[in-house]
Protein backbone atom coordinates (compact mmCIF):
# COMPACT_ATOMS: atom_id res chain seq x y z
CA UNK A 1 0.00 0.00 0.00
CA UNK A 2 1.82 3.39 -0.90
CA UNK A 3 2.87 5.76 2.05
CA UNK A 4 3.21 9.10 2.60
CA UNK A 5 7.32 9.01 3.79
CA UNK A 6 9.03 11.11 6.58
CA UNK A 7 12.61 11.69 7.67
CA UNK A 8 13.98 11.60 9.95
CA UNK A 9 11.84 10.46 12.22
CA UNK A 10 13.39 12.39 14.98
CA UNK A 11 15.70 14.80 15.21
CA UNK A 12 16.96 16.69 18.39
CA UNK A 13 18.78 20.06 17.77
CA UNK A 14 20.29 23.18 19.61
CA UNK A 15 18.14 26.58 19.72
CA UNK A 16 19.54 28.52 16.69
CA UNK A 17 20.76 25.95 14.61
CA UNK A 18 19.25 25.13 10.89
CA UNK A 19 16.95 21.98 10.49
CA UNK A 20 15.51 20.58 7.73
CA UNK A 21 12.56 17.86 7.27
CA UNK A 22 12.06 15.74 4.10
CA UNK A 23 8.58 14.37 2.78
CA UNK A 24 7.74 11.89 0.00
CA UNK A 25 3.80 12.02 -0.88
CA UNK A 26 1.82 9.19 -2.49
CA UNK A 27 2.80 9.03 -6.39
CA UNK A 28 0.11 11.25 -8.30
CA UNK A 29 -1.06 12.89 -5.71
CA UNK A 30 -0.87 16.87 -6.62
CA UNK A 31 -1.28 18.14 -3.32
CA UNK A 32 1.10 18.25 -0.47
CA UNK A 33 0.62 19.74 3.02
CA UNK A 34 2.94 20.20 6.25
CA UNK A 35 1.34 20.35 9.32
CA UNK A 36 2.57 21.03 12.79
CA UNK A 37 1.12 19.48 15.59
CA UNK A 38 1.48 20.13 19.44
CA UNK A 39 1.49 17.59 21.59
CA UNK A 40 -2.86 17.59 22.97
CA UNK A 41 -3.73 19.53 19.83
CA UNK A 42 -4.77 19.19 16.45
CA UNK A 43 -2.93 19.54 13.41
CA UNK A 44 -1.74 23.04 12.94
CA UNK A 45 -1.79 23.84 8.42
CA UNK A 46 2.04 25.47 7.90
CA UNK A 47 2.17 25.24 4.32
CA UNK A 48 0.02 23.52 1.80
CA UNK A 49 1.17 22.64 -2.19
CA UNK A 50 -0.90 22.43 -4.96
CA UNK A 51 1.82 20.42 -7.72
CA UNK A 52 4.89 22.96 -7.21
CA UNK A 53 2.92 25.81 -6.04
CA UNK A 54 2.50 27.36 -3.03
CA UNK A 55 -1.50 27.70 -2.41
CA UNK A 56 -1.63 28.76 1.35
CA UNK A 57 1.77 29.96 3.83
CA UNK A 58 -0.99 32.18 5.86
CA UNK A 59 0.49 30.48 9.12
CA UNK A 60 4.24 29.79 8.45
CA UNK A 61 6.23 31.87 10.05
CA UNK A 62 8.36 33.37 6.98
CA UNK A 63 11.28 34.79 9.22
CA UNK A 64 12.45 31.20 10.13
CA UNK A 65 10.25 28.56 7.98
CA UNK A 66 10.50 28.06 4.33
CA UNK A 67 9.15 25.45 2.24
CA UNK A 68 9.68 24.15 -1.63
CA UNK A 69 8.25 21.53 -3.71
CA UNK A 70 10.74 22.24 -6.60
CA UNK A 71 9.26 19.05 -9.19
CA UNK A 72 5.96 19.18 -7.76
CA UNK A 73 6.96 15.71 -6.16
CA UNK A 74 8.73 15.60 -2.97
CA UNK A 75 9.04 18.74 -0.72
CA UNK A 76 10.99 19.88 2.28
CA UNK A 77 10.96 22.23 5.53
CA UNK A 78 13.42 24.01 6.66
CA UNK A 79 13.80 25.94 10.02
CA UNK A 80 16.61 28.34 10.20
CA UNK A 81 17.02 29.39 13.22
CA UNK A 82 14.90 26.84 15.32
CA UNK A 83 13.67 28.08 18.33
CA UNK A 84 12.34 26.49 21.95
CA UNK A 85 9.14 27.09 20.76
CA UNK A 86 9.57 24.77 17.60
CA UNK A 87 9.19 22.10 19.06
CA UNK A 88 6.66 19.68 17.76
CA UNK A 89 5.80 16.92 15.67
CA UNK A 90 5.50 18.04 11.64
CA UNK A 91 3.32 16.04 9.72
CA UNK A 92 3.65 16.22 6.44
CA UNK A 93 0.57 14.86 4.38
CA UNK A 94 -0.94 14.18 0.39
CA UNK A 95 -4.13 14.22 -1.22
CA UNK A 96 -5.87 13.96 -4.82
CA UNK A 97 -7.47 17.70 -4.73
CA UNK A 98 -10.47 17.13 -2.50
CA UNK A 99 -10.26 14.54 -0.88
CA UNK A 100 -9.04 11.96 2.39
CA UNK A 101 -5.03 13.35 3.53
CA UNK A 102 -2.82 10.46 3.70
CA UNK A 103 -0.44 11.60 6.55
CA UNK A 104 3.38 10.17 7.08
CA UNK A 105 4.38 9.00 10.19
CA UNK A 106 5.72 12.95 11.07
CA UNK A 107 8.89 14.15 12.25
CA UNK A 108 9.52 14.74 16.15
CA UNK A 109 11.23 18.26 16.86
CA UNK A 110 13.31 18.81 20.41
CA UNK A 111 15.12 22.21 20.47
CA UNK A 112 17.32 22.33 23.72
CA UNK B 1 -11.59 30.13 13.11
CA UNK B 2 -10.62 26.33 14.80
CA UNK B 3 -13.81 24.22 15.01
CA UNK B 4 -14.66 23.21 18.14
CA UNK B 5 -15.02 19.95 19.45
CA UNK B 6 -16.83 18.39 22.65
CA UNK B 7 -16.55 16.48 24.98
CA UNK B 8 -12.54 16.54 25.08
CA UNK B 9 -12.21 13.53 26.29
CA UNK B 10 -14.45 10.37 26.76
CA UNK B 11 -14.00 7.09 28.61
CA UNK B 12 -16.01 4.23 27.98
CA UNK B 13 -16.36 0.97 28.68
CA UNK B 14 -16.18 -2.18 25.81
CA UNK B 15 -19.23 -2.10 23.98
CA UNK B 16 -20.66 1.33 25.08
CA UNK B 17 -21.91 3.94 22.77
CA UNK B 18 -19.75 7.43 21.86
CA UNK B 19 -20.93 10.81 19.94
CA UNK B 20 -18.21 13.30 19.00
CA UNK B 21 -19.37 16.74 18.13
CA UNK B 22 -17.65 19.58 16.04
CA UNK B 23 -19.23 22.88 15.23
CA UNK B 24 -18.11 25.84 13.42
CA UNK B 25 -18.53 29.41 13.67
CA UNK B 26 -18.05 29.90 9.73
CA UNK B 27 -20.41 28.37 6.68
CA UNK B 28 -18.76 24.66 5.50
CA UNK B 29 -18.08 23.18 2.59
CA UNK B 30 -17.39 19.68 4.15
CA UNK B 31 -16.42 18.37 7.30
CA UNK B 32 -13.51 15.66 7.53
CA UNK B 33 -13.11 12.81 10.22
CA UNK B 34 -9.74 11.32 11.14
CA UNK B 35 -8.36 9.16 14.56
CA UNK B 36 -4.72 9.59 15.46
CA UNK B 37 -3.61 6.71 18.16
CA UNK B 38 -0.88 7.37 20.56
CA UNK B 39 2.27 7.98 18.59
CA UNK B 40 0.98 7.52 15.51
CA UNK B 41 -0.44 9.80 12.56
CA UNK B 42 -3.81 10.76 11.53
CA UNK B 43 -5.87 8.50 10.20
CA UNK B 44 -8.75 9.02 7.82
CA UNK B 45 -11.98 7.83 8.80
CA UNK B 46 -15.24 9.63 6.36
CA UNK B 47 -15.94 13.23 4.85
CA UNK B 48 -19.34 14.68 4.47
CA UNK B 49 -19.88 17.13 2.41
CA UNK B 50 -22.69 20.11 1.96
CA UNK B 51 -26.38 18.39 1.46
CA UNK B 52 -26.57 16.88 4.98
CA UNK B 53 -25.23 13.29 3.91
CA UNK B 54 -24.66 11.26 6.59
CA UNK B 55 -21.78 8.19 6.25
CA UNK B 56 -20.87 5.31 8.25
CA UNK B 57 -18.62 2.15 7.81
CA UNK B 58 -18.86 -0.45 9.95
CA UNK B 59 -20.20 1.08 13.56
CA UNK B 60 -18.98 4.19 13.15
CA UNK B 61 -20.62 6.89 11.01
CA UNK B 62 -21.58 10.44 10.94
CA UNK B 63 -23.90 13.25 9.95
CA UNK B 64 -23.49 17.12 9.11
CA UNK B 65 -26.05 20.24 9.35
CA UNK B 66 -24.69 22.20 7.30
CA UNK B 67 -27.49 24.90 8.37
CA UNK B 68 -26.13 24.51 12.07
CA UNK B 69 -22.58 24.59 10.89
CA UNK B 70 -22.34 21.12 12.96
CA UNK B 71 -21.02 17.37 12.40
CA UNK B 72 -21.18 14.36 14.76
CA UNK B 73 -19.37 11.12 15.07
CA UNK B 74 -21.44 8.51 16.12
CA UNK B 75 -18.96 5.28 17.63
CA UNK B 76 -21.62 2.62 18.48
CA UNK B 77 -20.93 -0.71 20.35
CA UNK B 78 -17.14 0.56 20.99
CA UNK B 79 -14.02 -1.83 20.88
CA UNK B 80 -11.05 -1.62 22.63
CA UNK B 81 -9.38 -0.63 19.22
CA UNK B 82 -11.77 2.60 18.60
CA UNK B 83 -9.18 3.99 21.24
CA UNK B 84 -7.34 7.17 20.26
CA UNK B 85 -7.78 11.19 19.65
CA UNK B 86 -10.46 12.01 17.01
CA UNK B 87 -10.16 15.36 15.43
CA UNK B 88 -12.51 16.84 12.92
CA UNK B 89 -11.40 19.17 10.02
CA UNK B 90 -13.88 21.76 8.51
CA UNK B 91 -13.53 22.96 5.39
CA UNK B 92 -14.04 26.35 4.18
CA UNK B 93 -12.94 28.67 2.04
CA UNK B 94 -10.52 25.78 0.67
CA UNK B 95 -8.77 25.55 3.57
CA UNK B 96 -9.08 23.01 6.29
CA UNK B 97 -8.76 23.16 9.96
CA UNK B 98 -8.59 21.02 12.74
CA UNK B 99 -10.28 21.11 15.89
CA UNK B 100 -8.11 20.48 19.15
CA UNK B 101 -9.71 16.82 19.15
CA UNK B 102 -11.42 14.71 21.66
CA UNK B 103 -9.76 11.72 23.49
CA UNK B 104 -11.26 8.62 23.84
CA UNK B 105 -10.22 6.11 26.25
CA UNK B 106 -11.93 2.48 25.75
CA UNK B 107 -12.07 0.26 28.96
CA UNK B 108 -11.96 -3.71 28.61
Known amino acids: EAEVAQSPRYKITEKSQAVAFWCDPISGHATLYWYRQILGQGPELLVQFQDESVVDDSQLPKDRFSAERLKGVDSTLKIQPAELGDSAMYLC??????????FGPGTRLTVL | QQPVQSPQAVILREGEDAVINCSSS?????VHWYRQKHGEAPVFLMI?????EQKGHDKISASFNEKKQQSSLYLTASQLSYSGTYFCGTESDDKIIFGKGTRLHILP
Open chain 2, 48 to 52: LLKGG
Open chain 1, 93 to 102: ASSLEGTEQF
Open chain 2, 26 to 30: KALYS
